[in-house]
Structures are given as C-alpha cells and as structure tokens.
C-alpha cells in the first residue's frame, strides 16, 4: 500500500495536477480569508470554509479523474490486478495519496486562525471546527471521484461523472424541499445524498457525531464500491455460484445496509450526548438551570412550532431546531409538534391575536398558553442606513424555558409599579419590560394614594424616579411594607426640588440619597462623556453574574447615595455594588454649574450609584431593597450598549427577592464578537501572500518539475 501510495504521490506532482489544485484551492482561500478577516474584521474562519466548498466540486473531479480511469486507458491496471497486493490496498493507498495533496491547503489554513490572533481574540473553537468540517467534506468528495474514476477509462467521463455527482450533491436540500412542498413523501429519502446541509452544525459551531460518522460511511462505502468494481474485471462470476470474495451485487446490497444501519443507530443517539457546541456564548447548548427546570416538570406541555422542518431551515432557525430537539430529548413531558400553516392557516388564532409568523412558537399546557414570536428569540440590530438587519443575539432557550414555567405554574409573583407621583412608566423601557415578563412576573401599577396599605399579594414595587416627591402619607405605606418583610426596587433622577419624603424610606436603613449628577475624572471609567459612567462592580445578589461574566454596566446621568456607616441598623446588610472611582465628582446645583469639569463646591468621590440592601429585622421574611441612583441606564439604548448587563441587574434583584428555588431566567446569548483590528496596508500585504505568492510559487514549482521531466 506504502508504495502504491508513493507512487501515486509523485505522479500528481510530475503532472503539474497536484500543484495546480493545491494553488487553486489555497488562492480561494486566501481570497475568502481577505475579504471576510483580514478586512471585513472577522474573528471566525467559519464563513471562509463555507463559502469555498464550491471549488471542491470543480476541483476534485479534475484531481480524481486520472487516477483509476488512466490505468485502465493504459491498460496498465492488468500489473495492479496480478500484482501481490490486495486490491483493497491499491485502492486506499491510491485514495489516501489524493488525500494527501488536499490536505495541504488545508494544513496550511490552519494558520489563519493564528494569524488573526495577533490583531484580537479568535474564536478557535468555531474556526478548526469549521476547518475539520471542511476537511471530511474533501474527503468524501474524492472518494466519490475515485470510485467514479474506477468505472470509466475515459479521464473526461470520469471527470464529468463527478462533476455531475458533486453538483447533485449540492442542490439535493433544494431539491428534497421543493419535493416535499405538499408534504412529507418519499422524496425526504434523497437527503441521504445531501452532503452540504451535513456541514451546517459543523460551520454553526457544533462537532456533530451523527454527520461525522455519515461522512466516515460514505468515504468507505465508496472505497467498498471501488474495490468491488476493480473485482469485477478480476474475476467473472459463476450463474450458479455466488461468493462474497468476487464482485456480486449482494455484496453491495449488505455494504449499503450496513452504512444506512450505522447510520440509523447513531441517529438515534440523543443530541445531548452526540452533539458538543464550541461556540463561545454555548448558543446551542442548554443551561444547567434549564437542565434542572426540566428535571423538575411534572406537566405535559406541547410546543408548537409555526412551520414545517424545512421552512425552519429555509428561514435559517436551526438554532431553535437545535433548541427544541434537546428540550423533547430532556423530558417526556415536552412533545415538539411542527404545524404547516398551508394545511392550517388559522392554527394560531387559536392563541394569540398577533400576526403569526413563521418560526414563531405557541407553547401550551392545559388551558394555558404562550405565544413566542421570532422577534423575541431573535434580538435583532438594525442599520438605518442599509436597512438591513442583522441578528445580535439568541434568546430561544430564555423564551422556552420562560414559557414552559408560565404555563406550568399558576400562581405567578406580582410585581406592583407605584404611580401618581409623576414617576417613569414601565412601557417607557421595553428591553426592561420584557425583561420582567420573561421572567413570568405579572405586573400591575398601584396609586398609592387610593389604598391604605400595599397589598398584600404584593412580590415586590417598583418605584420609576417620581419627579415629585412622595407625601409622608405615601412614604409611610411604602416604609411600612418594608418593615414587614417588602421587597422594593427604588430608582432615582435628579430633580431640582429633590425628594427628602422618599430618601427618608432610605435613609431609615442608613442609605442617604444625594441630589445631583455624578462626573467621572478617570477616562477608562467613561463613555466619551464624563457623565456616561463605567463603574466598578462589587459583590451583591444583583452583580455576582456580571463580575463573573466580566461584563460592564452603563450608567448614564446618575445621582449619588452615601451609605451613613453609624445609622445602619444592626439588622441590616448594605452591598455597595456600584461604585465610582476616586476621581468622580458630584455637582449639586446642576443648574448654575458653569462647565462639566471639577468646580469649587462639587463633592469629591467615590459614590454609591447602585445598592443592595437587605434587612433581617424580621426574620422569617428579610426586607430587600434595590436602589438605583439613576433609571436611564434601563433605556433601551444604553442597556443596548453594553448587551443587557444594565437590565440583568435589576432581573437579578427580583430573582433573589422572589427566591425562586429553580431559575428560569436565562439570559439572551449574544452573537457578537469582538472584531480584529486589521490596518488596510496589513490586510494588502497578508492578502498578497496567501492569493498570489504561496500559490503562484506552489504553481510555478509544479511547472518547473513537470518541464523538467519532459526534457529528459
């Protein structure tokens, strides 16, 4: 075998072949490489794999198409056939000396990911991914053209064959869905032949072992098939004998039912053990908090999605495919139905009077029910130049796992926000109003001034910056909730005449509130301008995932608190989880500051902008308190800034003061990557070394060695 490989080597080398495909191919790639990295930014590989596959089935057929067909042309393959060497040797070592020479453009592309290194971070694991995708997809090409090769002893047949074969294997997903337009009908049969759409976990960031192991099987049913053709002009076959040794289509008939039973076993392998998610933010994987939901469901609950399979993936949601097949591999009690809205155009209407759209979910337990739509599962950022719009973020498993514990409890918290004191409406901040809802708090708003007391089916308040100050009366309710064991969320703004009647319900557990606007002196702890606050974060129930995440909050325009170390009651813990740097200042009398620098007058820093205040005075229900110096870090533009970390405080409070004993709050998973910062001359000067030099030079030295030959 070592010798047939050798001289197959050489042979691709001596005929100028080897070296043109290997130029040819790594020229695409570095042309893909340039546009799509070095100068579209790009710190994934994944894009340049999947858009140069197309050269492998122009390619492989013109590298394959000599390498069985010729020795039959020659008459040359009568030595192989008589030689003593199995046949089955002949035709591996002739399949792994192709092998070879793809593989090199392939090795080489292995350094990009380092070269990108050196101008950001990389995502590794998506990038070899996509490059090992890349490679079993090669191979399973040219084992085709080899075995198309072995038929045939016209090199141009051979080489159209493939091409053909190849070709097919591109348009079969097109192909099966428009067969299956009107249903599902044998022609779903023919994604057995489907290699592209095999790649799509693989170019997503999930190492799949079922497409692995596809890959594997038609690598060696086709090396089987060759073999088996090679046998047939060895021997000839008896009408009455039949011999597993010699050519026979019986023979055949068992290779491919072994390869559909392998294949059919492995996929029955539940996608939790078969299928690994590289990707950095684990878009495809379930949280353990997820996890644990599931474990604990003792409802059935059905989740329908709008949309057949193949309209998922025409709408390219296989994120949410992926998501829905691990939540039914999780638990018996979750059924996953996919409803064609062809055959049952008013299916939604029975659930919500929204216009449905494609992919969106109803999830659905008893009598109650759900309705998610795409635009929930998708965050989405639009460009208002282009007017397009490109995907930000993946929040399926956080809608699901929301819905499927909304329509599985009964009894949800209740989050009362208090008005009639000119405060924020909650409407005013969506990405914090959804936030909530997702959650599964019902909210409800509450005029103190028309109770005596806050009620007491009452989770928590939420209390929005009221630009008026609140009565003693007023005060006195909500002070006296909290004594009971409350739980409250307080944000403040500046306001020139202040608010002493709310700040004293503070100042009671030592947290006194300063009326001005907060400055920042030191520029790592801003955004542009000295008022748009990057604080340091500190331990607290409403920031440990944050400073785990290493994520930053925005805080724009914000007052100050001082925690009053010698009126702090016994009882009481006080978390100063947000803080300013040493070099803030604060300005009091905002109006008559004459310039956002430090001025005579203004209060030296650090401030508290963010506290966590938690009191035991009674003891079998702490009193919690989430106070915020500032409600526009929650506007929709600045939580946008910073990938929802300001609103994930506030989620975070309410998860801790409800105490919840299984989570089913997942946050969205974010998309975006930090880009390369390539310079326009260094992006040229790497494109000229991987599009022109390395494969004029790998070019050039295959002409020279061929004319070399021929001169002798």
């Not at 140069?52 to 192989?80: S, Y």
């Amino acid at each position: 075998m070592l010798a047939v490989y050798k001289k197959e080597l050489r042979q691709y080398f001596n005929s100028v072949i080897g070296c043109l495909f290997i130029a040819v191919n790594f020229c695409v790639l570095g042309i893909y490489f340039m546009a799509n990295n070095l100068l579209g930014q790009n710190p994934s590989l994944a894009n340049v794999m999947n858009n140069v596959l197309f050269v492998l089935m122009i390619m492989t057929p013109i590298l394959t198409m000599r390498i069985l067909a010729e020795e039959q042309r020659q008459k040359t393959d009568q030595l192989l056939l008589t030689a003593p060497v199995p046949v089955w040797k002949v035709v591996v070592g002739k399949y792994l000396a192709v092998l070879s020479i793809f593989m090199i453009p392939v090795v080489l592309s292995c350094i990009f990911p380092l070269i990108m290194s050196c101008f950001g971070t990389v995502e590794y694991g998506e990038s070899y991914l996509a490059v090992l995708g890349y490679f079993m997809f090669g191979a399973a090409c040219i084992a085709v053209g080899v075995f198309v090769s072995s038929i045939t002893e016209s090199q141009i047949i051979a080489a159209v064959l493939s091409f053909i074969i190849l070709f097919l294997t591109f348009l079969m997903n097109g192909i099966v869905s428009i067969l299956t337009q009107s249903g599902t009908n044998p022609a779903v049969l023919l994604r057995a032949f489907d290699f592209l759409s095999r790649l799509d976990n693989f170019m997503a960031g999930i190492f799949d072992i079922k497409e692995a192991v596809y890959f594997f099987t038609v690598i060696v049913l086709m090396l089987f098939l060759t073999y088996q053709s090679i046998m047939k002009r060895r021997y000839s076959v008896s009408k009455t004998t039949l011999s597993l040794t010699v050519y026979s289509n019986l023979v055949i008939v068992i290779a491919v039912a072994i390869a559909v039973v392998v294949n059919l076993f492995v996929g029955q392998i539940p996608s939790i053990y078969s299928e690994f998610d590289v990707t950095k933010s684990g878009v495809f994987t379930l949280t353990d908090d997820s996890k644990k939901f599931m474990a604990a469901l003792n409802s059935d609950v059905t989740i329908y999605v709008l949309g057949t399979e193949e309209q998922m993936a025409n709408y390219d949601y296989k994120e949410v495919v992926n998501t829905l097949k691990q939540y039914s591999e999780l638990t018996d009690h979750i059924k996953v139905v996919y409803k064609d809205p062809s055959l049952d155009p008013n299916f939604a209407q029975k659930y919500t009077t929204e216009q449905a759209t494609i992919g969106s979910l109803i999830v659905v337990s008893g009598d109650r029910s759900r309705y998610v739509p795409t635009s929930d599962i998708y965050e989405t950022n639009v460009d208002y130049q282009t007017y397009q719009s490109t995907r930000t973020a993946y929040d399926g498993e956080g809608q699901i796992t929301s819905a499927i514990s909304y329509v599985t409890t009964d009894d949800l918290p209740k989050l009362y926000i208090i008005t009639g004191h000119s405060e924020a409406s909650l409407s005013e901040f969506s990405r914090l109003e959804q936030a909530i809802k997702k959650q599964n708090i019902d909210t409800e708003e509450l005029q103190l001034i028309t109770t005596e007391a806050i009620p007491e089916d009452a989770s928590a308040i939420m209390i929005l910056s009221p630009e008026s100050d609140y009565s003693k009366e007023d005060a006195a309710k909500v002070s006296e909730y909290l004594k009971n064991g409350g739980k409250a969320i307080i944000t403040y703004n500046y306001t020139e005449a202040g608010t002493p009647n709310l700040d004293s319900v503070l100042e009671a557990y030592g947290v006194n509130h300063i009326n001005g606007i907060v400055f920042e002196g030191d520029q790592s702890h801003m955004m542009q301008n000295p008022i748009y606050l990057i604080p340091d974060l500190e331990s607290s129930a409403m920031t440990d995932s944050l400073i785990a995440s290493n994520l930053p909050v925005l805080v724009p325009q914000a007052s100050a608190f001082a925690v009053s170390d010698n009126s702090v009651p016994d009882t009481t813990e006080i978390d100063e989880a947000i803080q300013t740097t040493a070099n803030s200042y604060l300005k009091t009398d905002v109006s008559n500051a004459q310039s956002p620098a430090r001025e005579a007058g203004d209060q030296d820093g650090p401030f508290d902008i963010g506290v966590y205040v938690t009191d035991t005075s009674v003891s079998d229900n702490a009193a919690k308190i989430a106070a915020f110096s500032t409600d526009y870090l929650f506007s929709d533009q600045m939580d946008s800034y910073v990938a929802g970390s300001n609103v994930a405080l506030v989620t975070n409070a309410l998860n801790d003061m409800i105490e919840r004993e299984l989570n089913a709050t997942i946050p969205a998973k974010s998309y975006q990557t930090s880009l390369l910062t390539v310079s326009y001359g260094t992006a040229m000067m790497l494109s000229a070394i991987f599009v022109l030099l390395i494969p004029i030079a790998t070019l050039a030295a295959g002409i020279v060695v061929w004319y070399r030959r021929r001169k002798r």
